[in-house]
């Protein structure tokens, strides 16, 4: 008997400007990866990064196929994401939104929390209350005027472009010497730079992991993804004098602000324990299991003919963009 063909899942996009590293998504799962496009007539799916807009124009679906489109970027910033006629031209969704047939969220998993609750809170040496890492402009969330407004009110270390008044002392190890210059700083500024349900990122789990109260700004839904009393939500307030003034009177209540650090001993919240459920299982995954599923189900016997979703002048759009590029590329 012949055996099953495994299903091929094809990531036709680059994510960002490289392709998808296909060695981190795990021997184990129960489908073949590839960045192949030369092989998009035998993918049961294939997956399109959305930020990568200009790469999807030319891609041709074959019958039977799923496509899946991937993006753990805010639909305030790619507004085609909440476009009905854009989006229709997938059929699965892989991105930060919790009804998404694949939940891919910022928000890390078990393991993670487990670790950062067992680390001591760490002491604070900094002169100024507040720090800020910010460097992109985009600011569609007004997180810069309410920054702005915060340092006019209270000292504030900013050790990105934006408002930067501080530099960091001895080597730059990326994400690890961040993580220990905001453990020096009571409260860390954790704004989003889009507001969207769902939408929730690193800027509010990194100072958690540094024993730094964040204040955050983004998410209406935010207290869903992080522990129960383990933030101050910045539009509780009505500009930066009113935080101002919170932040400074719980510098003066160390109990009020230790209280800001009691989610590391009490017990997660249903609804969060739901959420570290779903983590238990990469999205990579979880899209692995769904896309098999899918293929088992599809039939050899399948009619139609290919077709151009994005539509033909997309597609030759497509092809002189790739063709630029090529001539681009080579040597003068």
Request: net charge positive; glycine share 6%; charged share 25%.
């Amino acid at each position: 008997m012949k055996p099953a063909r495994r299903p091929l899942i094809l990531f036709y996009t680059r994510f960002f400007q490289n392709p998808v590293d296909l060695g981190k998504l795990g021997a184990h799962s129960s489908v073949d990866w590839t960045n192949d496009k030369r092989r998009i007539s035998e993918a049961d799916a294939v997956v399109f990064h959305l930020p990568n807009q200009k790469e999807h124009g030319d891609a041709v679906k074959y019958p039977g196929q799923q496509w899946v489109a991937w993006s753990m970027e805010s639909s305030e910033n790619y507004p085609e994401m909440r476009t009905p006629a854009f989006m229709r031209r997938f059929d699965l969704r892989m991105t930060y939104e919790t009804d998404a047939d694949v939940w891919a969220p910022y928000l890390p998993p078990r393991s993670w929390w487990n670790a950062v609750r067992e680390r001591p809170v760490v002491t604070k040496t900094s002169s100024a209350p507040v720090v800020m890492f910010q460097s992109s402009n985009i600011n569609r969330s007004g997180r810069e005027w309410f920054a702005a407004d915060l340092a006019d009110h209270i000292d504030l270390d900013s050790y990105g472009r934006f408002l930067k008044n501080k530099t960091l002392r001895g080597p730059d190890r990326g994400t690890e010497t961040k993580i220990e210059t905001i453990g020096n700083y009571p409260f860390c500024i954790a704004f989003e730079n889009s507001v969207c349900d769902d939408y929730v990122t690193e800027k509010l789990y990194d100072p958690l992991r540094a024993s730094s109260v964040p204040i955050y700004l983004g998410a209406s839904n935010a207290k869903k993804f992080a522990p129960a009393g383990s933030f101050i939500d910045a539009s509780d307030f009505r500009d930066g004098r009113e935080l101002a003034g919170y932040l400074k009177h719980l510098l003066g209540a160390p109990a009020e602000y230790q209280a800001y650090h009691e989610w590391r001993r009490r017990p997660f919240d249903a609804q969060f324990e739901s959420f570290l459920d779903v983590l238990e299982t990469d999205a990579m995954d979880r899209l692995a299991e769904l896309v098999g599923r899918r293929a088992s189900e599809r039939t050899d016997a399948l009619s139609g003919l290919p077709s151009l979703p994005f539509g033909t002048t997309r597609f030759l759009r497509t092809r002189l963009w790739r063709l630029r590029m090529r001539l681009k590329s080579l040597p003068n």
